[in-house]
């Protein structure tokens, strides 16, 4: 397939979001060239990604047939139709291409698998609970509650979506998997039917072997660590030393090399705040050192300052110079991380809010951080109703923000 092919076929998509590649871009938003032609011609090669919820780099790693062909084009004749993952930490599959990108130079079948409506992927919240007390995070605040799932509710859960089809399931929702005793034996439940299994975790508690073996045989795991200073790492999540983090990955990523299995696909997440973002491109580049293929910052939500610690703030509320440092160190970590071939990725535009804090304001607590719908999406996110969360408390929901639309203890 040719430069104009794959060009026609991604316009015809809509899956490249032109407003995030020229924000994420400056020096092709400098340029004042095509935004579509400039990732189609150089930005692939380069590592930019095209869309949000398209990691490029995170996509031909994941899978490795897409050679040296436009992931996102791939994507887009192949990948979409299989349900293949495009950035870490999904628990669905990516956004849909448009039916019109299909034309008729892809077969039938493949056409019919778009607009399946099966539910495809889950993220099951076995506990709501945490071990930790990020001080950024709803866990800390005093009216905080948390729940955890039940044995016998997760064993009909397990069967349930085995009998759907359900191929890839995170487990976790807003609390620590990991915190539950026993928890391996509900990761090990999933793998035993054939699922893809994902986490996000914390990584705070040494593993046991059995922990550690379990782990390396989950398809992806997304680390959250916010800076390698020790002890900013310790006021920032409490109860948490950077050593033991780090420790606990290498030791999944040796168990799955003894067993001559290929390592998890290993994410780092990292909040960003007033307090940690300078040493950002040094704890970029020891992710890079231990095998770190994906970065994903985000903006930290602003809750009400608890007493007697340092308290954070949100990279807008920064003054004027103090905010151009954070988006010049922003810039240098992903720049080392494209260079050394990881993905680098930015939540909720946040470069554009550090830039103009008056369009977000911090992002306050229970805001709505998706964006509105555009053609060819049926609702606020981008899975098109392929995805659920199923929380602790048995609530199911279409996504991470609706209300829910029913609950599982009470399914009939």
């Known amino acids: 397939m040719g430069e104009a092919h794959d060009i026609d076929l991604i316009r015809r998509s809509r899956l490249f979001d032109a407003t995030y590649y020229l924000a994420n871009q400056a020096d092709v938003a400098a340029a004042g060239v095509d935004p579509l032609l400039h990732y189609v011609r150089y930005g692939a090669r380069e590592n930019r990604n095209p869309h949000p919820e398209f990691d490029g780099v995170y996509y031909s790693t994941l899978y490795p047939e897409v050679g040296a062909a436009n992931p996102l084009a791939h994507y887009i004749r192949e990948g979409a139709a299989r349900g293949w993952l495009t950035r870490s930490g999904m628990a669905g599959p990516g956004p849909q291409p448009h039916p019109d990108a299909l034309a008729d130079d892809v077969p039938a079948y493949l056409k019919d698998l778009i607009g399946r409506d099966r539910l495809m992927g889950v993220h099951l919240e076995i506990t709501s609970t945490c071990n930790l007390r990020c001080i950024y995070c709803a866990v800390s605040q005093p009216d905080y509650t948390g729940t955890t799932m039940a044995h016998a509710q997760f064993l009909e859960l397990h069967d349930t979506l085995a009998a759907m089809g359900v191929s890839r399931v995170c487990i976790n929702g807003h609390g620590e998997t990991t915190s539950v005793p026993g928890w391996q034996d509900y990761a090990r439940h999933l793998i035993g039917v054939g699922m893809d299994v994902r986490i996000i975790s914390n990584f705070a508690r040494e ?37 033991t983090i780090i420790l606990n990955q290498v030791r999944v990523q040796a168990a799955a090399l003894r ?45 009400p300052d608890l007493p007697g610690i340092r308290n954070v703030y949100p990279l807008p509320s920064l003054p004027a110079d ?4 954070a988006i010049a160190e922003i810039g240098r970590a992903g720049e080392l991380a494209r ?37 060819g999406e049926t609702r606020r996110c981008l899975d098109p109703w392929v995805f659920a969360l199923i929380k602790a408390n048995g609530d199911v929901l279409p996504c991470c923000w609706q209300n829910p639309i029913g609950n599982s203890n009470e399914a009939t």
């Open 207 to 243: 593993f046991s072997d059995d922990e550690v073996e379990i782990l390396s045989r989950f398809q992806s795991i997304t680390i959250s660590i916010d800076t390698l200073d020790r002890q900013l790492l310790k006021e920032l999540r409490r109860q948490v030393d950077v050593r």
């Open 322 to 325: 103090e905010r151009q440092n």
């Open 259 to 303: 067993r001559g299995a290929r390592t998890p696909g290993i994410g780092w997440s990292i909040v960003l705040c007033d307090q940690n973002f300078p040493g950002l491109t040094d704890l970029v580049a020891a992710g890079l050192a231990l095998g770190v293929r994906q970065f994903s910052c985000c903006n930290m939500t602003k809750y």
């Open 339 to 375: 260079r050394h071939g990881a993905a680098f990725s930015i939540n909720d535009d946040l470069m554009g809010i550090i830039g103009n804090p008056d369009a977000d304001g911090g992002r306050a607590a229970n805001g709505q951080c998706a964006r509105l719908p555009t053609v």
